[in-house]
């Protein structure tokens, strides 16, 4: 997942004037709202394209091998990689600020899909994160008696452990950095979410 930041100039203005001195327009709210589902759109697109890879590398997987442990594994881990999709598709679908929304309603239309976009981070752990680890973990674990099984010499069998200990660990820390960086990403948006609180819609 990747962060969703709002314009330049919207974070500047926060940052640089007094909270009670800030003002935006009608259209610079919607700007920055479009901004921000223009994002959403392009990164819901690498997302489903990223489920589709997985569901054809993983749809191989599950032909190509016959063991119970890697099979299990890899239907898992297609239903995870669907199931996030749809997750993603139901949470994390932005709208863009039509011109039929009243001005006065602007500010709160933007906030709205800040707070959509704050909990979508936030929750990563939940539904990003968690759908895949019972897969992979029984594909890894598949992989692992797969070499023990090709491999009768025992120090052997202590490298194939090593190896897929370190696979592992690999594996368990890009989910941790993923969910870590996810969580950072949330919070500066719960930054900006308060900082609408002092910011003043321009009359029109």
């Known amino acids: 997942m990747n962060n969703i930041n709002s314009s330049e100039e919207l974070r500047n203005l926060w940052q640089e004037q007094r909270p009670e001195s800030i003002t935006m327009s009608t259209e610079e709210l919607r700007q ?5 589902a223009k994002k ?11 489920a589709t890879i997985v569901v054809i590398v993983y749809g191989y997987y599950f032909y190509k091998f016959h063991t119970l442990l890697l099979r299990l594994g890899s239907g898992l881990t297609i239903a995870a990689a669907l199931l996030v999709a749809l997750q993603l598709y139901r949470k994390g679908t932005a709208s863009n600020m039509t011109m039929q929304i009243d001005a006065k309603n602007c500010l709160e239309f933007y906030r709205s899909e800040l707070v959509r976009e704050r909990d979508l981070l936030f929750t990563v752990w939940r539904w990003y994160l968690m759908p895949f680890v019972p897969g992979i973990s029984l594909f890894l674990l598949g992989l692992f008696q797969l070499s023990l099984g090709q491999s009768a010499l025992r120090f052997h069998h202590v490298s194939n ?3 897929f200990g370190l696979f592992a660990a690999v594996c368990a820390g890009t989910f941790v950095l993923i969910g870590w960086a996810n969580q950072l990403a949330a919070k ?6 308060d900082a609408l609180g002092a910011l003043k819609q321009a009359p029109e």
């Open 188 to 193: 500066q948006l719960q930054k900006k979410i």
């Open 161 to 163: 452990a090593v190896l």
């Open 40 to 50: 959403a759109g392009w990164r819901n697109i690498r997302e489903y394209t990223a």
């Open 32 to 36: 920055a709202s479009n901004l921000l």
